[in-house]
């Protein structure tokens, strides 16, 4: 009986196995991709970036239009991400199942977050190309609506996790719904939204190299206009600046999260 | 002495079948000391709850001070609540906030909703509960966050909650199960304490038996949503006890008349 229960997970684990390998083995065939090729063509690329893509002398005199734009691109999306924050807030008070006023409402706001949600960064930036063409106000609602939709979901398990209990002592004293949200729900979960919105603004920079190159604004589209004019110095100090203001706001977020939590 | 919570003929049913609680009837008096025991999962936190309305009885009535609870609209209940302190397993408090804070959520019920969500309380307000923080032995602990205290502190926090909010009664949901055996007598003392020199009749839910029948004026035995004993804890045989926990003679680690 014993013997036979490890057997049959032992049989379940190389049934999971055999079956990732095959899915594996297919995608190669069907796409026609050459295993032998793909792993000798790495250190080609690298030779090949090492003799292109490095800043020179010339490209460092680009270094203040591209300083302007990083900047532009940074603070739309410190913006995005903390407006988001608010709405967000909102939606997720009444879509938490301990703050809920009803269950309609809570239905809607979970609704709305999961459309917001799960239409893709880039996706959201070409729907939006339409109605407010190239300008960095595109990428800057594709930010906030993905944002939104990611921040409403993560405050709502946040409530749910830190809340029941006080709510539950604060209704009790026959505290108004108001202030219970104010003095039991709030409180308790606020280090953590924080520390959730900062991490959305680490999110955002990285996308808004993406929707940048899409909408035709900030550090992405220069770095497309560069890349595509064959000018790969600069290119390139477009790219270490990037890496190294993400890295800075790493650094910074994690430094405010030590502090708080 | 009056008659301060009668419940008449209360049930309560979630979904079709389930039922926590079965026709349950009972009166306390003011002042008194009541304990409620009975196995796991008998309905012993529903009944509690349905007394200020956490939980709301789906047949019965709960008459409170007078009043008939169940027909009670928004604010009228709010009112209610206010008169009735409440304790728990958890504590419940918030954990990031000052103990005085949490003191202060105690008053809650009483304030607007703007004075309310800001926080704002007077002097008075405040000094009242540096005093009854005093009456629990917590004076040094003030201003400390909640998260810092022990599990008995933590209790006693609780208590004084309950307490600044001048009730009439304290309904107490399993107060000491999450505790060590000295803060357990600790937090069993102070209420014993409150409901013998404040006059504040006390309800509580109590897994440990000999606690119940050490402290109690009265038992309540309840097991699959009935009450199946009502009387006072010196008269509480053996046998009757085994039938609140479904068990066999001899089974329970319990010592029955004297301590």
New interface residues.
Partial sequence: MKTDFFAKKRRQSLLILFVLVLVCYGSIILTDYDVAKGFTSFPMAIDWGLSNFYPTEASLAKLPEILAELLQTVLVSIAAATVAAVCAMLFAIFGSSITKVNNFMSTISRGIATLFRNIDVAAWAMILLFSFGQSALTGYFALFFVSFGFLTRAFIETIDEVGSGSVEALTATGASYFTVVFQSVIPSSLPQMISWVLFMVETNIRSATLVGILTGTGIGFLFDLYYKSLNYNVASLIVITIVGAILLIEYISNYVRRVIL | MKTLLEVKNVSKQYGTDTVALSDVNFSVKEGEFVSVIGPSGAGKSTLLRCI?R?IEASNGEIIFDNVNVQGLRKKE??????K???I?Q????????SVIENVL???????S?FS????LYSEEEKKKALQVLTILGLQEQVYKRCDQLSGGQKQRV?IA?ALI?NPKMLLCDEPIASLDPNASKIIMDYLKKISSSMGITVLVNLHQVDVALKYSDRIIGVSKGKIVYDGSPKKISEEEINTIYGSEAGELMIEVGGK
């Fill in positions: 200020n956490m209940l709010r009112r209610l609540r206010t009735i302190g409440m728990f958890h504590y419940n408090l918030v954990m990031r906030m959520h105690g008053l809650l019920g009483y304030k909703t309310g969500v800001l926080g609780g909650r909010q």
